[in-house]
């Protein structure tokens, strides 16, 4: 008989990110197919408020270690508290949400236990008892569909592939599960956030919208003219206009890197595709983007998708766009700016 | 740091991700690639960055060394060090083995990490273990945190973007979190594991004179390469597909900006067709 626990930590704020909701949804349900036992392990500075946010999920506990040692992200602290959770439950099967923290902490938490561990699900089966999961190999180029007889086995989701549980209110307290953290765990220091000044993000994952940027934009226009400055301010009107989050190809990256004239506000943190993100938004507009597969890869999860660029054969578009629109991509979006004003 | 830092990257090839793959069934019920002894490789792009950093970083701390661990196929590895060694000088370690994406983890991990215990002169107490923060072809992010951990190293870093060592020794790291943000850390001193994402600086140019220098190392390490059982460990695999990426585009031709702006307007607003 498979048990089923469901792992979760709280943001600086005491709140309980999208993606841990979808991972508790994942794991109720995944506990009603089986007819598995179903706990919440929680861990962070304070682990109140993410307990009452979860008592309505259905778990026969609900177990917390709360240290001011794991207020922040550090691997070696966050391992020591998901390994005791991990044992107090003696679980067999293990949910996560695929968060930055998550993932860094949970492979060695893995080769610690002898457990096995698979990252970026997108889907879990349970048919005759037995589970399955989707994820993708080779970036996104294929996927499998893989089971396995080794417990512990856990299971970390791709956020934003599942949807997230909806929960009424309520309250808990949380079994504290008892943890020292050793000296050897808490070197890493933490210095702080670096986020980009306000009013300058460019990169917004809950965004609707996703605008690709491709290198198209810094290339001569028609009139024979590179037009950057133009570029940066139809592009950033945009985002402000459309609450877009900003994405670019690679090609584009990488002139900035090397010192060429390109978009000033771009980094590899827009890099998408094969060597960058491939994000979730519900829309994307490509623009001026000329890539084949491996960028294309980069919008994968984006469902409707539209492009911009003079290139009819383009491999952004042709066969993965639903519309492409042969045109100006100057102009278009400076008329799209203008509309959007006015709405 | 007087003494340096000895950074052991791991990396190894990837099909080249301009080659079109297709699934097929593997012997042992492993799933395999088309042709995949045939496809051109090279090295894991993620890998290859922390490659390159690990370079830059030995060069400003004098005394450190860099060495490269590569789990794959003896011939391709040897095929694959004929372009990766004019990139940076270092010593390399390899294991020949399959270096397929359905290998499992653990496996790999296991293989690598007694490779990389082994290495002659490693000093544990200046490791810096470097990699990709997932592989091209594994796709878990997964390998390089499990390596770490059998080699007792408990302070890990994901998705880093920069490392500076400062001039007391300790080393600020700056990794991706949620919201295209970086957490920034301290470390007082190696030990510790780094999956690099993109980093900030350009792929080094080739050096000839580096390749040479590299290519007798390479040559032993290749000679000595010890290997390694790898399967699919406990998972069983069933249906593996290339997800159908194929769309019915419609085309817009020759209509006027306007148009096309009142057009995309109305789709982002949720009301367009």
Not at chain 2, 168 to 186: F, K
């Amino acid at each position: 008989m498979e048990s089923i626990l469901v792992l979760a930590h709280p943001e600086a704020d005491g709140s309980l990110q999208r993606s841990a909701f979808e991972a508790v949804g994942a794991g109720a349900a995944l506990s009603k197919s089986l007819g598995a036992s179903l706990a919440i392990g929680l861990f962070g500075a304070d682990t109140g408020p993410s307990a009452s946010a979860v008592s309505a999920a259905g778990a026969e506990r609900i177990l917390a270690v709360a240290s001011p040692e794991l207020a922040v992200p550090r691997a070696a602290p966050d391992a020591v508290a998901i390994a005791a959770i991990l044992k107090a439950t003696g679980a067999t099967l293990v949910i996560a949400p695929g968060t930055s923290r998550m993932l860094r902490a949970l492979p060695a938490v893995a080769a610690r236990l002898g457990a096995r561990i698979d990252t970026k699900i997108f889907a879990i089966a349970a048919e005759g008892g037995k589970v399955g999961i989707q994820r993708p190999f080779y970036r996104q180029r294929m996927s499998a569909e893989l089971s396995r007889t080794a417990r512990p086995w856990i299971l970390v989701l791709d956020p934003g592939a599942f949807a997230p549980v909806s929960l009424a209110a309520g309250s808990a307290k949380a079994e504290s599960v008892p943890v020292e953290i050793p000296d050897a765990c808490r070197r890493t220091r933490h210095e702080g956030y670096e986020a980009p000044p306000a009013g300058a993000e460019t990169l917004r994952p809950d965004a609707e919208l996703l605008l690709v940027a491709g290198a198209g934009w810094t290339k001569k226009q028609s009139n024979g003219q590179v037009r950057l400055k133009d570029a940066e301010s139809l592009i950033l009107d945009f985002l402000a206009k459309a609450k877009a989050s900003l994405g670019s190809s690679k090609s584009l990256v990488d002139q900035g890197v090397d010192g060429h004239g390109a978009l000033s506000f771009l980094t590899h943190l827009h890099q998408v595709g094969q060597t960058g993100a491939t994000p979730r938004h519900a829309k994307g507009l490509a623009t001026c983007c000329h890539g084949e597969e491996p960028h294309t890869v980069g919008w994968r999860f984006i469902r409707e998708r539209r492009a911009v660029n003079l290139d009819a054969n383009c491999g952004w578009a042709q066969g993965k766009a639903d519309v492409l629109y042969v045109a100006d991509a100057f102009e278009v979006l400076g008329k799209l700016n203008a509309v959007l004003k006015t709405t | 740091m007087a003494a340096g830092f000895h950074i052991v990257v791991c990396g190894s090839l990837v099909p080249d991700p301009l080659q079109p793959l297709e699934p097929v069934a593997g012997s042992g019920g492993i799933p395999a690639l088309k042709n995949e002894s045939m496809l051109p490789s090279i090295l894991d792009p993620w890998a290859a960055i922390s490659l390159y950093e690990a370079a830059r970083l030995a060069k400003a701390v004098p005394g450190s060394k860099v060495f490269l661990a590569s789990l794959g196929p003896k011939a391709k590895l040897q095929q694959l060090m004929m372009t990766v060694a004019q990139k940076a000088p270092f010593e390399f370690v390899a294991v020949d083995g399959p270096a397929g994406g359905f290998f499992d983890a653990a496996e790999t991990a296991a293989a690598l990490g007694d490779a990389i215990g082994a290495i002659p002169g490693l000093d544990r107490s200046r490791l810096l273990l470097f990699g990709g923060c997932a592989s091209a072809g594994r796709d878990a992010g997964v390998t390089l945190g499990m390596i770490g951990e059998r080699l007792g190293i408990p302070d890990q870093f994901l998705a880093v973007d920069v490392v500076e060592a400062l001039p007391d020794g300790t080393l600020r790291i700056r990794e991706r979190v949620e919201g295209g943000r970086y957490l920034v850390s301290i470390l007082p001193a190696p030990p510790a594991v780094l999956a690099w994402s993109t980093g900030r600086n350009p792929e080094p140019p080739n050096s000839p004179q580096i390749g040479m220098a590299n290519m007798r190392g390479i040559l032993s390490a290749l000679q000595k390469a010890k290997s390694a059982k790898i399967g699919a460990g406990d998972a069983a695999f069933g249906k593996v597909e290339v997800p159908s990426l194929r769309r019915q585009t419609r085309i817009v031709r020759n209509t006027p900006s306007d148009t096309i702006a009142k057009e995309l307007a109305d789709w982002i607003r949720g009301e367009g067709k």
